[in-house]
């Protein structure tokens, strides 16, 4: 079956400037996370929905945004980009989020 | 709030040794203890998880070794391989939540 899909896969932006990106999960699974990844600080969580409602955010600010569709496809939004957001940008579905999660590649965002 | 420790940071072994990750958590609602493997370019890969009514789970040359009281568990890695090079990300979860330790880059060398 198919994984997760995430696009676009690598995109630079403006300081300044907002981003929408999109994950795509495995079909059937409700809940949808989003991490930032950057280097030597892990996977810093900033979002979970499932069935269209974000249940759980992590310490972002106001600027990170998401939603859920009821097809369970999620979009993230960043707005008023800083240089500090360049990241790669990882979606995980799953059944349930407490396990299983799947990865998709990644969005590599390049704030210049 | 860094709920998942995970140490060492970088890793280098070599070649039919044994890789030995460590991660400690805090939070006792957590109650599945996943290990995911990252290559460069690639996001995670669940490797091997376990949950806390077993103490160890092995999986091929991968065992993940599980102290309750102690809220710790470690990933070993027998008879690595140049192949095993990666990122390892320790993980726990539960209340619908999942919390990753920082990573161990791990190097195999042949």
């Known amino acids: 079956k198919a994984g997760v899909t995430q696009t676009p896969r690598y995109l630079i932006k403006t300081r300044g400037q907002q981003v929408t990106l999109s994950c795509s999960p495995i079909s059937g699974h409700r809940s949808v996370s989003w991490y930032q990844q950057t280097p030597g600080q892990g996977l810093q969580f900033l979002f979970e929905?499932?069935?269209?409602?974000?249940?759980n955010k992590g310490n972002f600010p106001g600027r990170f945004s998401g939603r859920q569709f009821s097809n369970s496809r999620s979009e993230m939004n960043v707005s008023t980009l800083e240089l500090g957001d360049s990241a790669l940008y990882l979606c995980a579905s799953s059944l349930d989020a407490s396990y299983g999660y799947t990865f998709g590649s990644g969005t590599r965002l390049t704030v210049v | 709030q860094q709920q998942v420790k995970q140490s060492p940071q970088s890793l280098i072994v070599q070649k039919g040794g044994i890789s030995i990750i460590n991660c400690a958590y805090e939070n006792t609602a957590f109650d599945y203890f996943p290990w995911y493997q990252q290559f460069p370019g690639k996001g995670p890969a669940l490797l091997i998880a376990?949950?806390?009514?077993?103490s160890e789970k092995k999986e091929g040359r991968f065992t993940i070794s599980f102290n309750k009281s102690a809220k710790q568990f470690s990933l070993h890695i027998m008879d690595s391989q140049p192949g095993d090079s990666a990122t390892y990300f320790c993980a726990a979860s539960g209340n619908n939540d999942m919390r990753f330790g920082a990573g161990t880059r791990l190097t195999v060398k042949p």
């Open positions: 376990i949950r806390p009514d077993v």
């Open positions: 929905y499932f069935s269209e409602t974000q249940r």
